[in-house]
């Protein structure tokens, strides 16, 4: 059974492939595969239109490795965080936002097991990274919180956002082989714009993704103005210093036009929420077409001298750039209470 191959990490040709040598009809092909994506199928004998000689055929042949719910935790603002296990005993965190009085419910969700980044204020950064996630352990992820989100909200999910454990980007082939996934008709369907793909910034790979055609939005984990204090809290900035990735980000806007691009920057006291900071989050903005900023409230990590900003600095700093044309919205930590918040995933 260990040495089987799953089946969900084939491509269509392969399948075809696979049910002509069979003897098998095409249209097999696609049945599976509407099983597997659209259905979330995660055993051959839920198949139930396929005849039971080919389900048998199908377990010998390959296995389904879906994740499982290891734990729910429900915050007292209604965000969900779930603990999944994978197939080989890792464990990985999603979490679900909802907004019901918008009619957004976004799911956070990861890409590695653990990161090797070591930003200084994320509890995840302080894990060893041990492995990427494969596409269908990145999909399996918003297919579960899906279904918990109609049973919860009765409405499905909304938004996908890369923002989970780990670095979407150093997870490179799995994480675009997911979005072809999430939005393919035979899966999911959802509209590209509905997917976000979250970086500390990596130059290189957010060219590669303009060069790929991406057409999900780009978020980057900004959280400082000037190489010096980036440096200091996010060691990826040494070798992808805010004048690269700003090159970076003016290419990306260029080939993808309709992709948004978003700056995340986490509020920390007496370190990056001056006005002075604002002046130089500024003027990186005003060298992009169109960017807008979130300004996240920080949440405490164990072992992290940084502190949350105070609220009216947070909003005098929201209020300078929104004047001066810059989009910038306040984001209110969510699931604090249940370690669910922005930079809190650690497996507890």
């Known amino acids: 059974m260990g040495l089987q191959q799953d089946i969900r990490l084939l491509e269509m040709e392969d399948l075809l492939a696979y049910f002509k040598a069979k003897g098998a009809p095409k249209f097999r092909a696609k049945q599976v595969f509407e099983w597997l994506w659209k259905k979330g199928a995660h055993s051959f004998a839920e198949m139930t239109n396929l005849s039971k000689k080919l389900r048998e055929q199908l377990e010998e042949d390959f296995c389904i490795r879906p994740i499982t719910l290891d734990m729910e935790q429900r915050s007292n603002d209604g965000t969900i965080k779930n603990r999944f296990r994978l197939h080989d005993g890792h464990l990985i965190e999603s979490v679900l936002i909802p907004v019901p009085s918008q009619n957004r419910f976004t799911v956070c969700i990861s890409s590695q097991v653990g990161c090797s980044l070591s930003c200084s204020f994320c509890a995840t950064g302080k894990m060893k990274r041990l492995r990427n996630l494969d596409a269908p352990e990145i999909y399996d992820q918003v297919l579960l919180v899906n279904r918990q989100c109609e049973e919860t909200y009765g409405h499905p999910i909304t938004n996908v956002v890369y923002m989970g454990m780990g670095e979407p980007l150093l997870a490179y082939r799995p994480v675009l082989k997911s979005v072809e996934l999430l939005t393919a008709p035979w899966a999911l369907d959802m509209a590209p714009r509905r997917l976000t793909i979250s970086t500390a910034g990596i130059a290189k790979m957010i060219k590669r993704l303009a060069d790929d055609g991406i057409r999900s939005n780009l978020a980057l984990s900004l959280h400082a103005a000037d190489d010096s204090k980036r440096n200091e809290i996010m060691p990826i900035n040494e070798q992808n210093n805010l ?36 002046q130089k989050l500024l003027a990186l903005c005003q060298q992009l077409p169109k960017v807008k900023v979130n300004i996240i409230e920080y949440n405490p990590v164990e072992g992290v001298t940084l502190t949350k900003a105070a609220a009216e600095k947070i909003d005098r700093f929201s209020e300078y750039l929104n004047r001066r044309g810059v989009p910038c919205t306040v984001r209110r930590s969510r699931g604090k209470d249940i370690d669910a918040a922005c930079g809190q995933l650690a497996n507890k």
């Open 243 to 278: 004048e690269t990735l700003i090159e970076a980000l003016q290419y990306f806007y260029e080939q993808t036009k309709d992709s948004k691009l978003t700056f995340e920057y986490i509020a920390f006291k007496d370190f990056n929420d001056s006005i002075e900071d604002a």
